[in-house]
């Protein structure tokens, strides 16, 4: 049974809820659960994450496009309308700013239908996740946006083990330093799996299924 706690770091009114033991992701071992379920999902921690999450950047950086991975539609919503109230500059004809979803194909790659195109092309994108442990997501992610001709803006989740994702700062409400021993291993050097510990859960954007 997992047992999930909150951790006695605080940003605004941001809890940082955890869980410690063994866990798998699609690309890694880890040492900590970080369950973002609330943020993502219920308004009033989502509007609460966003004004954090701005807090982190400048009024020069300009916004067009919020790409939400990891389920973070709520969040990239309240992110969109705090950049719009605190006056970032926009270059689209609307003055306003896109929230989108990306689709995979079979092969796991990001793509962007013919509608949604232009919401990238010729704009500034906000890369939004959940967490960014190894940056291999995020770094998908900046390859699509530049596929489809957009720019990358930045990089923002509620937690991040990495200061940066091909040099591209990324922002986050949580880091290493809430979680100092926080660690990422490759599934074939994980020291508890060579230890015989067994994995505890599954985990991934959605959440954690208990093994």
Known sequence: MIELYNLPVKHGNVPLTVAHGHFATNHSHINYYIDITYQKTRLSEAKDTAKELVS???????????????GTAV?????????????????????????????????????????????????????????????????????????????????????????EVDGIPVRSVYNVKDIPDYASYDYKSCPYCRQGRRI????????????
């Open 75 to 163: 969040l990239g919503t309240c992110l969109a309308e705090e950049l719009t109230q605190s006056g970032f500059r926009t270059i689209n004809a609307h003055q306003t700013i896109y929230v989108v979803e990306p689709e995979y194909n079979a092969s796991s790659q990001i793509i962007f239908r013919d509608n949604i195109q232009p919401m990238l092309r010729n704009k500034h994108v906000l890369v939004l996740m959940a967490s960014v442990t190894t940056g291999f997501t995020a770094n998908r992610s900046i390859e699509a946006i530049r596929y489809y001709g957009g720019e990358v803006a930045g990089i923002a989740a509620i937690y991040s083990a990495v200061d």
């Open 200 to 211: 505890e859960a599954l985990v991934n954007s959605f959440g954690y299924s208990a093994l």
């Open 56 to 70: 982190h950047f400048i009024n020069n950086t300009p916004v067009d496009t919020v790409l939400c991975l990891d």
